[in-house]
């Protein structure tokens, strides 16, 4: 049971384009979620989050937008960066703080290529 | 600041010999430490967890099993491993922010 999951296993943006990634849930507990980029024979590193009680969550290039009651949310880079190219995780948990922290729920991941 | 360590980075090793891989986190007290494993081509899954030492929870049935001998020192083992344990293992840490990961080991079991 695939509980997060991100339908596009791959995204090609011109450089200095928007980059949308797309992420969707299926468990309502699922009150916090996350995005990690990550390179090969790496480990992710965060990105950023976003509670709940949000619907958008902004940091320089990156923006979170939540839509609760259709279990998505997605990912915007505004603008995209060849260094931007990697895999984005989305991942989920069911709480900020305590072990809930730790214990995510990921996607598949999609792979982003920005071209020059 | 605070750090996380893994290794080996990379591990081959032949079925039915056993594992142990090694995390450890600087600069921090008393962290939630949790072991994860990316399967080729699919996302991370949480095997792992701990809120201190000698406290281990599983998340998912498997061949592995984990140990939290010291605060800040996270270990998971096999006593004989599966093809199907071939992946990229990282261990993760969290007080109060979201999980930071380390580098990962590759293993590949022939």
């Known amino acids: 049971d695939q509980q997060v999951k991100q339908n596009s296993p791959s995204l090609s943006v011109q450089e200095g384009r928007i980059s949308i990634l797309n992420c969707d849930y299926t468990n309502s507990m699922f009150d916090y979620f996350l995005w990690y980029k990550k390179y090969p024979a790496e480990g992710p590193t965060f990105l950023i989050s976003i509670s709940s009680i949000k619907d958008k969550n902004e940091d320089g290039r990156f923006t979170v937008f939540l839509n609760k009651s259709a279990k998505h949310l997605s990912l915007h880079i505004v603008p995209s960066q060849p260094g931007d190219s990697a895999v984005y995780f989305c991942a989920a948990s069911g709480g900020a703080g305590g072990t809930s922290y730790g214990k995510l729920t990921f996607g598949q991941g999609t792979i982003l290529t920005v071209h020059p | 600041s605070q750090t996380i360590h893994q290794w080996p980075a990379t591990l081959v090793q032949p079925v039915g010999s056993p594992l142990s891989l090694e995390c450890t986190v600087e600069?921090?007290?008393?962290?939630?430490l949790y072991w994860y494993r990316q399967a080729a081509g699919r996302g991370l899954q949480l095997l792992f967890y701990?809120?201190?030492?000698?406290?281990i929870s599983s998340e998912v049935p498997q061949n592995l099993s984990a140990s939290r001998p010291q605060d800040r020192q996270f270990i998971l083992s096999s006593k004989k491993l599966l093809l199907s344990d071939s992946g990229f293992y990282l261990c993760?840490?969290?007080?109060?922010?979201?999980?930071?990961f380390g580098p990962g080991t590759r293993l590949t079991v022939l």
């Open positions: 600069g921090t007290s008393n962290p939630n």
């Open positions: 993760a840490w969290s007080v109060s922010d979201p999980p930071l």
């Open positions: 701990s809120v201190g030492i000698g406290q």
